[in-house]
């Protein structure tokens, strides 16, 4: 393994007299690995190259991580660079499995910050991605708590704030009181400035893939969870309650006939159910939407002079009485895409203290948000705020450092998630609180918490305050097992059933037409087997939350 110089002139200070400079030689080992290097490939260098250096590494990438088919060359020869970062549990075992890694285990006392801020992601890895040994051999990634922005993004109904305005700003209590408020808001705004008809969602097809995918789109705003109708459940996270889709009165049915409704109020786009989801994104942009929920991204519209205009034009959620937003939960036991030494390492100290260095809180902050005394500073307390060059390359979108380099944020994969350090207290959140209030503040913002009183500057404080954020559980997330085979062409076969009567509910002439599928849908379903897939869901769920216990 090549070995890299780098001379450090220091001028040394004593007695108040300048003593002599010398000239220091420090080594950079230089370190070779596969899907460590973010956006980049080849040597690391810059800022980022400069913060390793610091560390004593000098780093290359040779790959993205993304190749599979440089990984299958991988894995067939094994020939594994010495570290790598594997995208997927299956490589990695594969690699386990052939004897290509270095067991950790007898190496923790290299990874003091690792086992110290990631330990129930160690323990999870031996327990369930060990290939049967018990062992360790990979670090996950991204470990640590869920947060938000300034709100629930795309789990929450938002509606054009100008427009909603514009109708009075009509009360919505529960689901269906969306109806009306969509109406008043069609009322007021039937069409854009070009003429094009206005509907009130975006809604389309595309993403369905056996089941009716924006009834989730709607369950996701009453706190259910989102993949529940995969196996064909009602799982109401706040309580955990388990139900049948198939019942009569279940969340399911209830978000179907929504949809119905707004199709009955002339709201739905009659293009949703053949349209793709790049159709509806731009129809977002040009104004047909008025508003955008899952699937569907309002920064396609939004831009900062619309949201300071006057009056202030842009996307914010309405927070009706029922209204519970069902997101992704926290990470104790990180994603996967976990990080590993070859059994052939030249230097394999070297590596622990790379592989230790992205647990290294303190390290992993200046990675996520530049050098410290850049962007970012802390005072005598160790309060940490934003500096001016912050606000200045916020405002351009550009900056330019003294080497002349161009600042360019280093999209990086980690052990620990940026929100590890602040949430837990290791590092203050001053700095990422200037940073929200600085890159958010903006009339419609203002707008909107004025609308709800004022005590509330984000909606995410709002549903935090309120109890509106359903986390989906690392139960589910992390614990349930595959389909096996016969299973999973029962659930295809419902599946199919789902989707089609799903879109067939919403275009129904009446509600006679709507009950007849309805029920067309539920004999179908419960002929095919349905009743299976729940029974083997429950059973999985009880064990998982069982399961996941010893890591939350």
């Not at 040394?12 to 950079?28: D, I, P, R, T, V």
């Not at 690995?33 to 000098?58: H, Y």
């Not at 786009?269 to 699937?295: E, F, V």
């Not at 990422?432 to 909107?448: C, H, P, V």
Request: aromatic share 14%; glycine share 8%; with cysteine.
């Amino acid at each position: 393994m090549k070995k890299v110089l780098a001379f450090l002139l220091a001028i040394m200070l004593l007695a108040g007299s300048a003593a002599m400079a010398e000239e220091a030689e420090q080594e950079l080992y230089y370190l070779r690995g596969w899907g460590i290097g973010g956006d980049t490939q080849g040597p690391v260098t810059g800022w980022v190259g400069d913060l390793w250096a610091e560390k004593g590494f000098q780093l290359e990438a040779i790959g993205d991580g993304n190749s599979e088919e440089q990984m299958q060359i991988m894995l067939a020869s094994g020939d594994i660079p010495d570290v790598i970062r594997f995208s997927n549990w299956e490589d990695y075992e594969t690699a386990v499995e052939a004897g290509y890694l270095l067991c950790l285990d007898d190496y923790l006392d290299k990874l003091p910050n690792t086992v110290k801020y990631a330990q129930a992601a160690l323990d999870y890895t031996r327990d369930y991605h060990s290939a049967g040994t018990g062992k360790l051999y990979g670090i996950p990634d991204s470990v640590g708590p869920n947060t938000f922005g300034v709100d629930a993004g795309c789990y929450a109904f938002n509606v054009r704030w100008d427009i909603y305005a514009k109708a009075g700003y009509p009360e919505a209590h529960t689901l269906e009181d969306m109806i009306d408020v969509f109406k008043a808001m069609k009322e007021v705004y039937p069409q854009t400035e070009e003429g094009l008809e206005t509907y009130a969602i975006n809604m389309f097809a595309e993403w369905d893939n056996g089941r009716f995918a924006f009834a989730n789109a709607v369950l996701c705003n009453l706190g259910y969870w989102e993949s529940g109708q995969q196996y064909f459940i009602d799982y109401f996270i706040p309580t955990g309650e388990i139900n049948s889709i198939f019942d009569d009165d279940s969340a399911f049915k209830r978000a179907c006939h929504f949809l119905f409704e707004l199709n009955q109020a002339g709201l739905v786009d009659p293009d949703a159910l053949t349209q793709q989801y790049t159709t509806s994104q731009s129809k977002i942009a040009n104004g047909q939407y008025m508003a955008a929920w899952w699937g569907g991204y309002q920064s396609a519209f939004d831009t900062l002079e619309k949201k300071n205009s006057d009056p202030p034009v842009g996307f914010a959620p309405i927070i009706f009485d029922e209204y519970i937003a069902s997101t992704m939960g926290d990470y104790p036991i990180g994603t996967a895409w976990p990080l590993c030494i070859s059994a052939n390492a030249e230097n394999i100290d070297a590596c622990l203290a790379f592989l230790d260095a992205n647990a290294d809180p303190e390290f992993l902050y200046e990675l996520y948000n530049g050098p410290k005394g850049l962007f970012w500073d802390e005072d005598e307390e160790g309060n940490t705020y934003a500096t001016e060059a912050y606000y200045e390359y916020a405002e351009a979108g550009t900056y330019t450092l003294e080497s002349g380099e161009e600042y360019k944020y280093w999209n990086g994969r980690y052990t620990l998630r940026e929100s590890f350090m602040t949430e837990n207290g290791i590092i203050d959140s001053g700095y990422e609180d200037d940073e929200r209030e600085y890159g958010n503040t903006n009339k419609l913002q203002q707008a909107w918490s004025e609308f709800y009183g004022g005590e509330y500057e984000f909606p995410i404080d709002k549903l935090w305050a309120e109890d509106r954020i359903a986390l989906r559980p690392l139960s589910l997330v992390s614990f349930l097992p595959q389909l096996d085979d016969d299973m999973q062409m029962i659930r295809d076969a419902v599946g199919a059933v789902v989707e089609q009567k799903g879109w067939q509910m919403v275009y129904a002439a009446d509600e006679e037409e709507f009950e007849a599928l309805w029920q067309q849908m539920k004999s179908d379903a419960l002929a095919l087997g349905a009743e299976q897939v729940q029974t083997w869901i429950q059973d999985q769920i009880a064990a998982a939350e069982e399961a996941a216990a010893k890591y939350e």
